[in-house]
Structures are given as C-alpha cells and as structure tokens.
C-alpha cells in the first residue's frame, strides 16, 4: 500500500480487510497503510463502534 490514504479510505479497507480474512493483526495493518499502531489501534476503536469488526488482542475479528 504505502500510499497515504485518507482516514476513511483506511477504515474501509480495514473493514474489507477484516471480513475477507475473518482477521487482522495490528502489525501486519501498521506494515500494509505504514501508520502508527496507535493510530491502527484509533481505527479498528471507530469500526468496533460501528460494528463493523470486534476487536481482540492484537487486532480484529468479524463481529460475533
């Protein structure tokens, strides 16, 4: 990826992501977008809102 990428552009590839795989890990996310964990650990918070993905330690799941 190594592209910048807006915020919301991140979200929704996180999202499809998430449910291509079933899961992500926080460190392969901080490698694919080149961001912060803190800043992977923010996103994955806004999808979780929005039910999106369920966050687990060190990363995301599909929503039970």
Known sequence: ???????EERLR????????NGKVAISD?????????????????VL???GLVERIYGGAILPQ
């Open 29 to 45: 996310l901080t490698n694919t977008f080149d961001v912060s964990e803190m800043t992977i650990r923010r996103d994955l918070q």
């Open 48 to 50: 979780e809102d929005q």
């Open 13 to 20: 590839k996180i999202a499809e992501l998430v449910e291509s």
């Open 1 to 7: 990826m190594n592209a910048f990428l807006f915020k």
